[in-house]
C-alpha cells in the first residue's frame, strides 16, 4: 500500500493566512500541520508516499520534506493547479500508486488517541474494497455522515445533511483498493466543478464494498480547516506534550519507532541533492575598534531542559 496526502486547496475559511502559505504548513502548536499526517502514515508501515500540493506550494514542501529519506521512507510529489476536489487527487496518483492499494489523508486532518494505532493497524489487514473512518461528534451536519448495518457495512452517506441520520462523521483518512482510480476517473463533477470524495465512495457503497471503522470517544480527531479548530488542535498537542513529557505527531520519532533510522535528524531544512551549491552565509565582518564584544550565551540557554537520559519515546502512547 501506498500513502497519499493531500496538501493542495484554496483554504478559503483560514484568510488571510492562506493568502501567503499553504494550509498545511501552517504550524499546529510547535510542528507544520503536514508533520501530524505524515507521521501517521510512517507509524501505520507505509514506506512511499505522494505529497500533493499546488503548485506555488510545491518548493515549500520539498524544502520542508526532502526526498524523505531523513525519514527512511521515500517521498514524492505532484501538483493540483487548481482545486478539482479530493478525488481529484487519485487521478493524479495513478503512475505513482500503480497495481496497488492507497491510503489517502488528508493534510489537514489530525488524529491522537491510546487505541488509534491498534485500530488503525487492525483496518489495515481487514481492509477489502473501500475503508473508511468515523467519529461521533456532537454537530454531524458539518460533515459527511455514515449509516452502517450490523456488518459495519455502509449503507448510506450523505454530505452536511439538514437532519442527520447519524452522529457518525467521516474523517479525512481513506483506505482504498486499486478501482478507486478508474472510479475517480468515471466521477461526474459537481456543481462545484470538482470531483466529490462522497461520490466516489458511493460507488463503493452501492457495490456492498465500503466498511466504516469507528475510531472510539478516546480518539481524537481535528479537522484543522478553521480558525478556531486549528486553535483548539494546537492547544490539545500542547497539553498532551505536557502530560507525555514528549512530542506528539514527529515524523522522526515515527521513523525511529518503526527502526527506519538509528538516530534523530536535526530540523531544519532537508538536505539538497547531491551536486546542489549549499548557499553559504555571508562573511561577518570584523568588529571595529573600540567596540565590546557580546557576551558568551551561558550553557544550557537553548531552552532544554532535563538530561538527555530522561527523554522518552515522542510517540509513546499514553496511557488510557
Known sequence: MRGIILAGGSATRLRP???VSSKQLLPVYDKPMIYYPLSLLIELGLREILVIAAPEHRDSYERLLGDGSRFGIRLEYAVQDFPRGLAHALLLARTFV??????????????????????????????RGCTLFSRKVANPEQYGVATVDALG???????????????????GLYLYDNDALDKAAGLTPSH??????TDLNRSYVQEGRATLVELGDDTTWFDTGTPD???????????????QAAPVGSPAESALRAGLIDREPPEGPAPQS?????????????????????????AGSSGRTGPAGHRRSLLTEPQP
Open 274 to 298: 547531491p551536486g546542489t551549491p549549499t548557499p553559504q552565509p555571508p562573511e561577518r565582518p570584523a568588529p571595529p575598534p573600540h567596540s565590546v564584544a557580546a557576551p558568551a550565551r551561558p
Open 192 to 197: 462545484r466543478g470538482e470531483l466529490e470524495i
Open 98 to 127: 500503480g497495481d496497488g492499494s492507497m491510503c489517502l489523508a488528508l493534510g489537514d486532518n489530525l488524529f491522537h488517541g491510546p487505541k488509534l494505532q491498534s485500530r488503525l493497524r487492525d483496518a489495515l489487514l481487514r481492509h
Open 17 to 19: 493566512l492562506t493568502l
Open 229 to 243: 479548530s486549528l486553535l483548539d488542535a494546537a492547544q490539545y498537542i500542547r497539553m498532551q506534550q505536557q502530560l
Open 153 to 171: 457495512r455502509i449503507t448510506s452517506l450523505v454530505e452536511k445533511p439538514e437532519r442527520p441520520r447519524s452522529s457518525l462523521a467521516v474523517t
